[in-house]
């Protein structure tokens, strides 16, 4: 009997504590979460977490564009929005339970970039006639006082046509300009750089006959690149040129001379297109307009080269605007100072060419 009754309490204990052991082995095995098997193949990568334990820590979720198929960018599209909550550390959970929005850093965005400072205004320089040295005779006249800075000023007080020759240290070979009878000044350039210049001023008799009126010979001596940084009849534009807006606005966050340059020619061998029609009825002593060229939005090479002088001009960017003879025939194109001539060819560089060898003969 007595062994009957500690059978009996025996099974009564041994059921109960059966039962609290597998109860308690079924909450000791590991859970996986459906989250554990991974990401979608192809569509994107956990990445590690960010911070230190105890810190306020945050899973991401990081795609791969173009690699998932439809079925896996459609199953993950609720990760594009937000990580599910078994990605999410504690940290994290609770700093947004909390009503507070972690900042672009905790979150893993780049913060936002600082405003860009605008780079320093420049100031177009323009040629003057002060009067300190002038050459007068038979109403024409020189202002020679800024020839240190590479050029001189010229007009003509009398009627008739009149033409300009400069010469350079008794050279044969000329530069010629026009000037308006009783006009204003017009620029002469001493491109050649320090030197002896001969100025002859030449009356129109009828045709092609000329006579000179008077002449004189200037020593100049030329500071740094002269008159490359002013405006004169071949490259011509004042400050309130629509030309110098637009150089200012193109290089409002350049800083250096080269990025002003780049920025300038990229616009225009993407905004100019060239003027065949021009091209073919153009006559001798064309001048080029650069405003009407920026307006048009077309024009010829001399336009194209004319319009990059100025702007990089305007810019106090020394830059000479070329003529001379290519393997494409004649044809105009720049040379840019950015520590040393560098050639720039915004016509052909419009459409992605070159006109092959270039032989300069004549600079303004």
Known sequence: MKGELMKKAGAKIVLPLLLVLAV???FLMPHFSPFDRGAPTGAGTVSSKIGTAGSSEAWFWTSRPGTASSDAQNSSAAFASQPPDSLVSEGAKGEESSGRVPSPEQRGAAPEPAPRTPAPTVTALMPSAPGTDVFSEQGAEIDYSNASHGYLMARYSGSGKIKVLVYFNGDSTYYQYTLS?????????????SGSYRVRFMKNLEGNMYSEVCSTTIEASVHGTGCFLYPNQYVSYNRSSEAVRKAQALCEYAYSDAQKTAAIYSYITGSIRYDSAKAGSVTSGYLPDVDDTLDSGKGICFDYAALMAAMCRSQQIPTKLVIGNTSN???AWNEVYLGGWKR???????AGQTAGSYTPQKYY
């Open 181 to 193: 009878a009783g006009g204003g000044y017009a620029v002469l350039p001493l491109q050649s750089g």
């Open 24 to 26: 308690t082995a079924v």
């Open 329 to 331: 025939g004649y044809h």
């Open 344 to 350: 720039y060819d915004p016509t052909f560089g419009a």
